[in-house]
């Protein structure tokens, strides 16, 4: 790679560099130079200076650049070390003492302090001069850093948590706090350092740190346990637990240690250090401070001698983290306590395999850790986020590949809200960031310079791209020398390499320059398009819009953008789809401005449409006014009828029904202008759809019903009429509401076999849809296996949306088979998916379930803060969970506030009038006759007989049986709590 304009070079030059920044100032220094003499405040002021420039070499920093008494230095130039965050937290406080201990000239009373501020990540740098500094750096991480020390009081140490991440268990910290920083849009995590923690503190860290349950490493564990068995049984024994970094080898350890001491045993710990802070004996130096009590020994030999004397009394355990750091005197140690064959003596390492030590020597066994399984990895995720979009989890497998502290720091990510699915890349903290990249270094510069080409091109590689890129075969030695680094490994396709895990590409992919990226990614296009002249070019769209667009090529890159959003939407992947459309749409934008550029931007905005029907964000609410907004300005009547259909469209999958039924309305104007009887006929059929969702049932009916019979007589039989289909799942989903349960399955039953073997977005519809009609009807088992199969739609064609309903309505199923509280849990779950897109439709339904299910469970508190959420949704005309929610606060203010009951009950009756649902005036019938007799003894049996009618008509056995039990317990003058009828669950759960 050649040095770009920024005089960006290749290798280990200036450029791009992950740095950790330390900014610090003399407290209240402008009242100091008023009250002191001159000459006295200048040699203040080269005193500080001393301090700057002595103690941030030590710590392996450079002094950027001093101005007055303010300090910018950095960490991690020349060469990235993965300490250079702790470097620069351990410069810090030893400058905050010395200053603190200075004292000259300075007026009765005072003293001098700083504070500073300190942040990672990654910086542009470029040569400086007499004004800049040595070096010019640019980018966020500077300001950032200098906003954290103006923020930092006297005496403060402000430090991100991106830049000490788990290094923080080495200092004292303050709790962190969210700080709001000027520029920066989310508030940044920030520690306040006060001092270096001790041993014992460092380690009660560590245990914490990752505080979520140990999953997997069962054989791991197993082998430790027999190391520890025979060591007990007099038998010397050492263990290195050896790995990549990240693998999880002290997490393994120190759960295996607390296993250890509850067998009795004692344990000693200690942990080596880099170069930087390394001091000779360091581990066991460590492992004296828990022996108090004992002669403190000086020689190799000496402690041979205490620890020999220790495994006399008791079974011992020496635990050292980070041995590939070890100095020659540890060596030593350890190699004389392995030649004591007879001692109850366990020594267990935490090792490296780094590219200067593959395989330690320093113990009888190496336990090799690889990567999680990926059962081990979901149920990891699980641990770290309760909550969480599957299809989010399923992108942090992929991306993790197993790795335990890459599997955790997405999970940050993803619980901040950053780990959103998208085309583009993950980011790492400024830590981690560092622990890659220091890696990197290690490699020959031809390794490098192949590893970031590796990184442009992809997570995954065609060969024959990186040979032409960069003229190394791919089987070649480089290459290899890549896999035995743990870099780039043989795909599962024949022909393709990829990065064993996806962050350690993205991360790569960042420190190169943004000219030299650019003009790699043009390069990697070019070849693409000629090699795709020969070859299949549909496989290669996707990434051929991805190259165009790194690299600037807005045309190409809108073209091909398109295209594969196209051949995503046909293969129903709607969330690569999604992805792609945003990405042409935002390359359009790049272009210049013109009437043909506009409405290529409204027609892929539609294109987004077919995706916004099933699965919908109300981020992209404002593309849909924007294309209308473009429509009017250059479009025809056609156009314009479309935008108002499709911004319709998204209003109504949002569940804002009243917007959705106005937008349709002017489509219907605009297409019947236009005497296009297609666009005609899909108007009415949104229209009808929104009508419904807004329970206006009897225009829904008309409507959809003139749909119906005319994409009927066009059918044909080579295709499916996704539209069709949609059309009468819509009718059969309203037709249950009345009760016409019969009629409803009708439509589902032409529906489905319509779409019999297809795996397409409608089918999660259609089962999903029948799924909720069967709960209405009281079929739990067929609306479970509905929804399971709705699921399976959902998952294959990545609809969010639809797996959320379809989970919950399956576990609402479960929950009125079982009545087990975790069923309710799930439907929590998946609702809270979709909080980010802030869809509203089918959610009253689920809050709805909720309100019912937690008032049985007892838990009143809850049931009414989602009765609440369901009846927020009644002001969209979100009918479905109103009249359910009404029962439940009936139920729930019974026993507690019996005057509220029948205001309840009441308005209840109100919501299922106003769907004209005739399933719900049953069932709120039959709960006002239950409460009526189990408060006051009184029979309701008009209300009693008019449910049981109803359910005798509209084919609900479930629900008879209910009725009839709370009838045969009322002629038996029965008022105590009902016992549950022989067919099902107590009655109080359908409320």
Same mark, same amino acid.
């Given at each position: 790679?050649?040095?770009?304009?920024?005089?960006?070079?290749?290798?280990?030059?200036?450029?791009?560099?992950?740095?950790?920044?330390?900014?610090?100032?003399?407290?209240?220094?402008?009242?100091?130079?008023?009250?002191?003499?001159?000459?006295?405040?200048?040699?203040?002021?080269?005193?500080?200076?001393?301090?700057?420039?002595?103690?941030?070499?030590?710590?392996?920093?450079?002094?950027?650049?001093?101005?007055?008494?303010?300090?910018?230095?950095?960490?991690?130039?020349?060469?990235?070390?993965?300490?250079?965050?702790?470097?620069?937290?351990?410069?810090?406080?030893?400058?905050?003492?010395?200053?603190?201990?200075?004292?000259?000239?300075?007026?009765?009373?005072?003293? !001098?302090?700083?504070?500073?501020?300190?942040?990672?990540?990654?910086?542009?740098?470029?040569?400086?001069?007499?004004?800049?500094?040595?070096?010019?750096?640019?980018?966020?991480?500077?300001?950032?850093?200098?906003?954290?020390?103006?923020?930092?009081?006297?005496?403060?140490?402000?430090?991100?948590?991106?830049?000490?991440?788990?290094?923080?268990?080495?200092?004292?910290?303050?709790?962190?706090?969210?700080?709001?920083?000027? /520029?920066?849009?989310?508030?940044?995590?920030?520690?306040?350092?006060?001092?270096?923690?001790?041993?014992?503190? $460092?380690?009660?860290?560590?245990?914490?740190?990752?505080?979520?349950?140990?999953?997997?490493?069962?054989?791991?564990?197993?082998? !430790?346990?027999?190391?520890?068995?025979?060591?007990?049984?007099?038998?010397?024994?050492?263990?290195?637990?050896?790995?990549?970094?990240?693998?999880?080898?002290?997490?393994?350890?120190?759960?295996?240690?607390?296993?250890?001491?509850?067998?009795?045993?004692?344990?000693?710990?200690?942990?080596?250090?880099?170069?930087?802070?390394?001091?000779?004996?360091?581990?066991?130096?460590?492992?004296?401070?828990?022996?108090?009590?004992?002669?403190?020994?000086?020689?190799?030999?000496?402690?041979?001698?205490?620890?020999?004397?220790?495994?006399?009394?008791?079974?011992?355990?020496?635990?050292?983290?980070?041995?590939?750091?070890?100095?020659?005197?540890?060596?030593?140690?350890?190699?004389?306590?392995?030649?004591?064959?007879?001692?109850?003596?366990?020594?267990?390492?935490?090792?490296?395999?780094?590219?200067?030590?593959?395989?330690?020597?320093?113990?009888?066994?190496?336990?090799?850790?690889?990567?999680?399984?990926?059962?081990?990895?979901?149920?990891?995720?699980?641990?770290?986020?309760?909550?969480?979009?599957?299809?989010?989890?399923?992108?942090?497998?992929?991306?993790?590949?197993?790795?335990?502290?890459?599997?955790?720091?997405?999970?940050?990510?993803?619980?901040?809200?950053?780990?959103?699915?998208?085309?583009?890349?993950?980011?790492?903290?400024?830590?981690?960031?560092?622990?890659?990249?220091?890696?990197?270094?290690?490699?020959?510069?031809?390794?490098?310079?192949?590893?970031?080409?590796?990184?442009?091109?992809?997570?995954?590689?065609?060969?024959?791209?990186?040979?032409?890129?960069?003229?190394?075969?791919?089987?070649?030695?480089?290459? !290899?020398?890549?896999?035995?680094?743990?870099?780039?490994?043989?795909?599962?396709?024949?022909?393709?390499?990829?990065?064993?895990?996806?962050?350690?590409?993205?991360?790569?992919?960042?420190?190169?320059?943004?000219?030299?990226?650019?003009?790699?990614?043009?390069?990697?296009?070019?070849?693409?398009?000629?090699? $795709?002249?020969?070859?299949?070019?549909?496989?290669?769209?996707?990434?051929?819009?991805?190259?165009?667009?790194? /690299?600037?090529?807005?045309?190409?890159?809108?073209?091909?953008?398109?295209?594969?959003?196209?051949?995503?939407?046909?293969?129903?992947?709607?969330?690569?789809?999604?992805?792609?459309?945003?990405?042409?749409?935002?390359?359009?934008?790049?272009?210049?401005?013109?009437?043909?550029?506009?409405?290529?931007?409204?027609?892929?905005?539609?294109?987004?449409?077919?995706?916004?029907?099933?699965?919908?964000?109300?981020?992209?609410?404002?593309?849909?006014?924007?294309?209308?907004?473009?429509?009017?300005?250059?479009?025809?009547?056609?156009?314009?009828?479309?935008?108002?259909?499709?911004?319709?469209?998204?209003?109504?999958?949002?569940?804002?029904?009243?917007?959705?039924?106005?937008?349709?309305?002017?489509?219907?104007?605009?297409?019947?202008?236009?005497?296009?009887?297609?666009?005609?006929?899909?108007?009415?059929?949104?229209?009808?759809?929104?009508?419904?969702?807004?329970?206006?049932?009897?225009?829904? !009916?008309?409507?959809?019903?003139?749909?119906?019979?005319?994409?009927?007589?066009?059918?044909?039989?080579?295709?499916?009429?996704?539209?069709?289909?949609?059309?009468?799942?819509?009718?059969?989903?309203?037709?249950?509401?009345?009760?016409?349960?019969?009629?409803?399955?009708?439509?589902?039953?032409?529906?489905?076999?319509?779409?019999?073997?297809?795996?397409?977005?409608?089918?999660?519809?259609?089962?999903?849809?029948? $799924?909720?009609?069967?709960?209405?009807?009281?079929?739990?088992?067929?609306?479970?296996?509905?929804?399971?199969?709705?699921?399976?739609?959902?998952?294959?064609?990545?609809?969010?949306?639809?797996?959320?309903?379809?989970?919950?309505?399956?576990?609402?199923?479960?929950?009125?088979?079982?009545?087990?509280?975790?069923?309710?849990?799930?439907?929590?779950?998946?609702?809270?998916?979709?909080?980010?897109?802030?869809?509203?439709?089918?959610?009253?339904?689920?809050?709805?379930?909720?309100?019912?299910?937690?008032?049985?469970?007892?838990?009143?508190?809850?049931?009414?803060?989602?009765?609440?959420?369901?009846?927020?949704?009644?002001?969209?005309?979100?009918?479905?969970?109103?009249?359910?929610?009404?029962?439940?606060?009936?139920?729930?203010?019974?026993?507690?506030?019996?005057?509220?009951?029948?205001?309840?009950?009441?308005?209840?009756?109100?919501?299922?009038?106003?769907?004209? $649902?005739?399933?719900?005036?049953?069932?709120?019938?039959?709960?006002?006759?239950?409460?009526?007799?189990?408060?006051?003894?009184?029979?309701?049996?008009?209300?009693?007989?008019?449910?049981?009618?109803?359910?005798?008509?509209?084919?609900?056995?479930?629900?008879?049986?209910?009725?009839?039990?709370?009838?045969?317990?009322?002629?038996?003058?029965?008022?105590?709590?009902?016992?549950?009828?022989?067919?099902?669950?107590?009655?109080?759960?359908?409320?």
């Amino acid at each position: 790679m050649k040095d770009d304009a920024h005089g960006e070079k290749a290798g280990m030059a200036l450029g791009r560099r992950y740095l950790t920044l330390l900014f610090a100032d003399l407290s209240q220094s402008t009242e100091l130079a008023e009250i002191m003499e001159a000459e006295h405040y200048a040699t203040v002021l080269a005193a500080v200076r001393k301090v700057y420039h002595d103690a941030i070499p030590r710590h392996g920093g450079i002094v950027v650049r001093v101005q007055g008494d303010g300090l910018l230095a950095m960490f991690g130039y020349p060469v990235t070390r993965e300490d250079d965050g702790r470097g620069a937290v351990a410069a810090a406080l030893e400058m905050h003492q010395r200053i603190t201990d200075l004292r000259p000239y300075l007026p009765a009373g005072r003293h !001098l302090c700083l504070h500073t501020g300190i942040h990672s990540g990654l910086v542009l740098m470029s040569t400086g001069d007499v004004e800049l500094g040595r070096f010019e750096l640019l980018g966020s991480v500077p300001n950032i850093a200098s906003r954290l020390s103006d923020a930092a009081g006297p005496h403060e140490i402000l430090v991100s948590e991106e830049t000490l991440g788990p290094a923080s268990r080495f200092f004292v910290t303050g709790p962190p706090q969210l700080l709001q920083v000027k /520029g920066r849009a989310a508030p940044l995590l920030v520690y306040r350092v006060d001092a270096r923690a001790s041993l014992a503190e $460092s380690f009660s860290a560590s245990s914490r740190h990752g505080s979520t349950a140990f999953v997997g490493r069962r054989a791991e564990l197993a082998l !430790l346990e027999r190391a520890m068995d025979d060591a007990m049984a007099g038998h010397t024994r050492s263990v290195a637990v050896a790995g990549p970094p990240g693998m999880g080898k002290t997490r393994l350890v120190e759960h295996f240690l607390s296993r250890v001491v509850q067998r009795g045993c004692t344990v000693l710990r200690g942990y080596c250090e880099s170069e930087l802070g390394a001091e000779p004996l360091q581990p066991f130096q460590h492992m004296l401070q828990a022996l108090a009590d004992e002669a403190h020994p000086h020689t190799p030999d000496d402690f041979d001698a205490l620890f020999a004397r220790l495994a006399e009394q008791r079974p011992l355990l020496l635990f050292i983290d980070d041995w590939q750091w070890a100095d020659d005197a540890s060596h030593h140690v350890l190699a004389a306590l392995r030649k004591r064959a007879d001692s109850r003596l366990l020594v267990v390492l935490s090792t490296r395999i780094t590219p200067t030590a593959n395989a330690p020597a320093a113990a009888d066994q190496t336990l090799l850790l690889g990567p999680l399984s990926d059962e081990e990895a979901r149920r990891a995720i699980e641990a770290r986020l309760r909550v969480l979009d599957p299809f989010v989890a399923e992108e942090i497998c992929r991306h993790a590949n197993g790795n335990p502290l890459f599997l955790e720091e997405l999970c940050h990510s993803a619980a901040r809200g950053d780990g959103g699915r998208r085309l583009g890349r993950a980011q790492g903290a400024g830590w981690l960031n560092r622990l890659v990249e220091s890696r990197v270094q290690h490699l020959s510069a031809a390794q490098i310079e192949l590893v970031r080409a590796a990184a442009v091109i992809g997570n995954v590689i065609p060969a024959w791209l990186l040979e032409t890129i960069t003229g190394q075969r791919a089987d070649g030695p480089l290459q !290899l020398g890549l896999a035995e680094q743990d870099f780039i490994f043989p795909g599962e396709r024949a022909g393709t390499l990829r990065f064993k895990h996806g962050i350690t590409r993205d991360i790569i992919y960042e420190s190169v320059g943004l000219h030299v990226r650019q003009a790699l990614h043009l390069r990697i296009a070019e070849a693409m398009q000629a090699h $795709s002249a020969t070859e299949a070019q549909d496989e290669a769209l996707e990434a051929l819009a991805m190259h165009f667009d790194a /690299g600037g090529d807005a045309v190409q890159a809108a073209r091909y953008a398109e295209l594969a959003g196209d051949k995503a939407l046909s293969a129903s992947a709607l969330d690569r789809a999604r992805t792609l459309y945003r990405v042409a749409l935002a390359a359009l934008d790049r272009l210049p401005a013109s009437p043909a550029v506009a409405l290529h931007w409204v027609a892929i905005v539609h294109s987004l449409g077919r995706i916004c029907v099933f699965d919908p964000e109300r981020s992209e609410l404002a593309l849909y006014v924007r294309a209308l907004e473009l429509a009017e300005r250059h479009g025809d009547a056609g156009t314009i009828g479309r935008a108002h259909y499709w911004l319709g469209y998204i209003s109504y999958g949002l569940g804002d029904g009243r917007a959705a039924v106005a937008h349709c309305e002017r489509a219907l104007v605009e297409a019947r202008a236009t005497q296009d009887e297609k666009l005609v006929v899909q108007v009415v059929a949104a229209l009808g759809e929104a009508h419904q969702a807004a329970a206006n049932y009897d225009r829904s !009916l008309t409507l959809l019903d003139e749909a119906i019979a005319v994409k009927k007589r066009h059918r044909s039989g080579r295709h499916v009429n996704v539209g069709l289909a949609f059309s009468l799942v819509t009718r059969g989903y309203l037709l249950g509401d009345r009760g016409q349960f019969a009629e409803a399955h009708e439509c589902f039953d032409e529906a489905r076999a319509s779409i019999e073997g297809l795996t397409h977005e409608i089918g999660a519809t259609v089962h999903g849809l029948r $799924s909720a009609v069967l709960l209405w009807q009281g079929r739990w088992e067929e609306a479970s296996a509905a929804a399971i199969e709705s699921g399976r739609n959902a998952e294959a064609t990545r609809s969010l949306t639809q797996l959320s309903v379809a989970r919950a309505m399956d576990a609402f199923s479960g929950w009125m088979l079982t009545r087990q509280p975790e069923h309710l849990q799930t439907i929590v779950e998946v609702t809270a998916w979709l909080v980010p897109r802030q869809s509203g439709l089918f959610r009253s339904l689920n809050h709805g379930w909720l309100a019912a299910g937690l008032t049985h469970a007892g838990r009143h508190a809850e049931a009414r803060r989602h009765a609440a959420l369901a009846l927020q949704r009644s002001r969209q005309r979100d009918l479905l969970g109103a009249a359910m929610s009404y029962r439940a606060l009936a139920r729930g203010f019974a026993a507690r506030r019996p005057e509220r009951v029948q205001h309840y009950l009441d308005r209840a009756m109100e919501a299922a009038r106003a769907r004209d $649902s005739a399933h719900e005036i049953a069932v709120t019938q039959l709960c006002a006759a239950e409460i009526a007799w189990q408060q006051h003894g009184r029979r309701e049996n008009a209300l009693l007989d008019a449910a049981i009618a109803g359910f005798e008509r509209m084919g609900m056995p479930w629900h008879l049986r209910e009725g009839l039990w709370l009838q045969s317990a009322m002629e038996a003058g029965t008022r105590e709590e009902l016992a549950p009828a022989p067919a099902g669950p107590a009655l109080s759960a359908v409320s």
